[in-house]
């Protein structure tokens, strides 16, 4: 098994650090993305949609969509971060609610300021941002991880995002609870395992 990513993406991010977590340990192939590699038959053979991560299993099926897989990873490594109970519901609302809400909210300045679209409404965004956020923030008020008292892959989905906050201008002030939470995450060595570009870039 390998797995294919592009390690900017916030999305392989989640990938790379349940790899990690899990101990898993399963090889990276890179994804030029700038250079199109995402676009080429090879590679949409894989993923018709020519996006990053995919998981490509040994008898060459495959499994796309981040969420997905770090959920099979974590099953298949029989981590605590995939618990074999019921709090897997709770864990797939926060997962849903990421990609349908967080994420989406959090895209818009990554567009803006990331890839300079200056076609963003940023006072828009900013209201689409702190709706959400305070959605966060609340839950996670005298909470550790959003599901149970230990970390899960919900975790992961939801903070992985947070990495562009400084370079894309997220306004994160008044948000206590969530840079208490982000702060834990990050402090874990699988955070920086998930990081090689920053690694390189010091």
Not at 105 to 130: P, T, V, W
């Amino acid at each position: 098994m390998k797995l294919h990513v592009f390690p900017a993406s916030p999305n392989a991010k989640k990938a790379m650090m349940v790899n990690a977590l899990t101990g898993l340990n399963l090889p990276l192939q890179i994804v030029d993305i700038p250079a199109g590699a995402q676009n080429e038959p090879g590679y949409l053979a894989l993923n018709p949609n020519g996006k990053v991560p995919v998981l490509e299993h040994d008898d060459g099926t495959t499994l796309w969509e981040s969420n997905a897989i770090i959920n099979w990873m974590a099953g298949n490594a029989k981590s605590d971060l995939w618990p074999a109970n019921m709090s897997r519901y709770d864990i797939l609302r926060w997962q849903f609610w990421e990609a349908c809400h967080w994420t989406p909210a959090c895209g818009k300045y990554i567009s803006r300021n990331l890839f300079g679209n200056e076609g963003i409404d940023m006072e828009a965004a900013a209201q689409d941002f702190h709706k959400y956020a305070k959605v966060l923030d609340g839950h996670l008020s005298g909470r550790d991880w959003l599901v149970g008292d230990a970390m899960t892959t919900a975790d992961v989905s939801v903070a992985m995002i947070l990495y562009l906050r400084e370079p894309c201008q997220y306004p994160m002030q008044g948000y206590a609870d969530i840079a208490r939470w982000l702060a834990g995450i990050e402090a874990l060595p699988a955070w920086t395992a998930a990081m090689p570009e920053r690694e390189a870039a010091e």
